[in-house]
């Protein structure tokens, strides 16, 4: 079983910028689809951005183009989510997650998620 543990949030001002970090630990994880999820205040959780262990492209939610990026170290085992330009819209508790079917395919019961980090945004 993977476990992921996030951390990296925090309080941000609009136009600043922030780095999350997912640690992943448990088992060898390198076939595993790895993303980046948000759930704002009274609304669904959303895709943000994902990235395959094994490499490829990454991919992202039309909201985050040009201003996130999603990058994985495999010597660390832990990927990252750098947000640029943050704006009030982007605050959400962020989820760390895992897929076994890669980094397009969301949703299953196989699924692994991490416990949340909130990121906050002033205007």
């Known amino acids: 079983q993977v476990q992921l543990v996030e951390s990296g949030g925090g309080s941000v001002q609009a136009g600043g910028s922030l780095r999350l970090s997912c640690a992943a630990s448990?088992?060898?994880?390198?076939?595993?689809?790895m993303g980046w999820f948000r759930q704002a205040p009274g609304k669904e959780r959303e895709f943000v951005a994902s990235?395959?262990?094994?490499?490829?492209?990454?991919y992202y939610a039309d909201s985050v183009k040009g201003r996130f990026t999603v990058s994985r170290d495999l010597a660390k085992n832990t990927i990252y989510l750098e947000m640029n330009r943050l704006n009030p819209e982007d605050t959400a508790v962020y989820y760390c997650?895992?897929?076994?079917?890669?980094?397009?395919?969301?949703?299953?019961?196989?699924?692994?998620w991490g416990q949340g980090t909130q990121v906050p945004v002033s205007s």
């Open positions: 990235i395959n262990w094994s490499g490829g492209r990454p």
């Open positions: 448990g088992r060898t994880f390198s076939s595993l689809g």
């Open positions: 997650a895992a897929s076994p079917r890669g980094a397009t395919m969301w949703g299953g019961p196989l699924d692994i």
